[in-house]
């Protein structure tokens, strides 16, 4: 079971802007540095933001990330239809059980 | 072009034993952190094991024991040796290279292999 919670869904029309939260805690997220994975069906997971809120090269700046405290935020601006996807946090977690943590995942769905 | 090549994965009964591969590509190896992610059908990620450019090792509660990750350098390879499997193990695994600040992002995956744990 997840330590990094995510809404289970969110959806919006196209060109509009949805928000991801994944709420954690001081063993995780108020800790380290966050990232995020987008999952489009049958495929493998895809580094979207690293560092909080750095983009690696591709992906384009309608996707951006935010820390503060013991959460984290992924939005994406101007939804596109191919942005229907499952979307993960991550980071380390210094608790006995894991050293790294996912969310539970949130659904996109693009209306 | 910078590559991750999962093999290894089928179908093994309870309690039995295999072993995962992976095959990088386009990139210094030795230098990366690596890890292995498995993701059960229809559920999230889970993060099973890591592995250091130290050859440093870490697993999470539920495979510790169970699960070994290792790497051979000159072959630009990492494995994941799983013993004592049960149905709970099943998924796809995936393995994936660190990044970031704090080695705690994974920017390149490979294709995932499956892993199908029943009698």
């Known amino acids: 079971q997840s330590v990094l919670t995510q809404p289970p869904s969110v959806s919006a029309a196209p060109g509009q802007k949805v928000t991801i939260s994944c709420s954690g805690s001081?063993?995780?997220?108020?800790?380290?540095?966050v990232s995020w994975y987008q999952q489009l069906p049958g495929t493998a997971p895809k580094l979207l933001i690293y560092?909080?809120?750095k983009r690696p090269s591709g992906i384009p700046d309608r996707f951006s990330g935010s820390k503060s405290g013991t959460s984290a935020t992924l939005g994406i601006t101007g939804l596109q239809t191919g942005d229907e996807a499952d979307y993960y946090c991550?980071?380390?977690?210094?608790?006995?059980?894991?050293?790294?943590?996912f969310g539970t995942g949130t659904k996109v769905t693009v209306l | 072009e910078v590559q991750l090549v999962e093999s290894g994965g089928g179908l093994v009964q309870p309690g039995g034993s295999l072993r995962l591969s992976c095959a990088a590509s386009?990139?210094?190896?030795?230098?990366?952190?690596m890890h292995w992610v498995r993701q059960a059908t229809g559920k999230g990620l889970e993060w099973v094991s890591a592995?250091?450019?130290?050859?440093?090792?870490y697993y999470p509660g539920s495979v510790k024991g169970r699960f070994t990750i290792s790497r051979e350098n000159a072959k630009n390879s990492l494995y994941l040796q799983m013993n004592s499997l049960r149905a709970g193990d099943t998924a796809v695994y995936y393995c994936?290279?660190?990044?970031?600040?704090?080695?705690?992002?994974?920017?390149?995956w490979g294709q995932g292999t499956m892993v199908t744990v029943s009698s």
């Open positions: 994936a290279r660190g990044y970031g600040e704090d080695l705690g992002a994974f920017d390149i």
């Open positions: 386009g990139f210094t190896f030795s230098s990366y952190d």
């Open positions: 592995i250091g450019t130290a050859g440093d090792t």
């Open positions: 001081s063993s995780n997220i108020g800790n380290n540095y």
């Open positions: 560092d909080n809120n």
């Open positions: 991550g980071t380390w977690d210094s608790s006995l059980s894991a050293f790294y943590v």
